[in-house]
């Protein structure tokens, strides 16, 4: 699941480019980088409070 981590930062990094130049194509990617971040930090959770 490392990989959600990568994908997340890059979209991140992409969206930050891509907003400098055209805000409304850049701001969705953030928000998707940002979510899968987020989602894998609860899925880490998720994972320790089962065991």
């Given at each position: ?32 980088g940002i ?17």
């Amino acid at each position: 699941m490392r990989g959600q981590v990568g994908w997340g930062i890059a979209l991140i990094v992409i969206g930050v480019v891509i907003a400098l130049i055209i805000p409304i194509f850049g701001i969705p990617l953030v928000v998707i980088g940002i979510a899968l971040i987020i989602w894998r930090g609860r899925e880490e959770i998720i994972e320790k409070a089962e065991e």
